[in-house]
């Protein structure tokens, strides 16, 4: 992971970032965790796309990635609606945030509350030890996705770097 913009648990940034400061969405992802057109026919595929990606990102195993996830999943869906998916999890020996962003070529089914397909997905790992901060990290992620407009510009984006940087100037802009 980027060291200049990574999240700890206990509410601490590391290297750059100030103690005390509100988690963004730069504190959970870099350029390099998002992904513009994955493909993927069905939800379990997604989910072990995704896992590799991860795993590349974070030095674990895809298959122990894919175990949280889909650990996560059985207890209900993290398909929160109008096309987003939250899937997540927390890795024992993690010892940061790990987030993905990816942009589906399709929507898929998900399972989501409303039923509806998903084209956009957020993946969050967090530290086994994160105990609040998963949640509040979590909450950032669903209250940017949530926005309408930000969407819209996700889905409407095919480059990676202009999904990161939408991702993060998104709610950059949103503190000010």
């Known amino acids: 992971m980027d060291a200049a913009r990574t999240f ?3 509410g601490t940034k590391t290297a750059g970032g100030l103690p005390g400061q509100g988690m963004e969405i730069a504190d959970l992802i870099t350029p390099r965790g998002v992904v513009s057109q994955l493909r993927a026919t069905n939800k379990r595929q997604a989910l072990q796309e995704l896992a590799k990606r991860a795993a590349a990102i974070t030095g674990f195993s895809d298959r122990a990635i894919f175990e949280v996830l889909i650990e996560r999943e059985r207890l209900g869906s993290t398909g929160i609606g109008m096309g987003i998916g939250i899937p997540h999890g927390k890795l024992t020996g993690l010892e940061r945030f790990c987030g993905i962003f990816a942009r589906l070529d399709r929507p898929i089914p998900f399972e989501a509350i409303d039923d509806q397909p998903v084209d956009l997905i957020f993946l969050l790992l967090a ?3 994160a105990g609040a901060d998963h949640l509040k990290a979590l909450a950032r992620i669903s209250r940017l996705l949530r926005d309408r407009a930000v969407c819209e510009k996700l889905r409407g984006t095919e480059r990676a ?3 990161y940087a939408l991702l993060t100037d998104m709610t950059e802009s949103d503190a000010a």
């Open 8 to 10: 700890a648990p206990g």
């Open 127 to 129: 530290p086994e030890n």
């Open 161 to 163: 770097d202009a999904l």
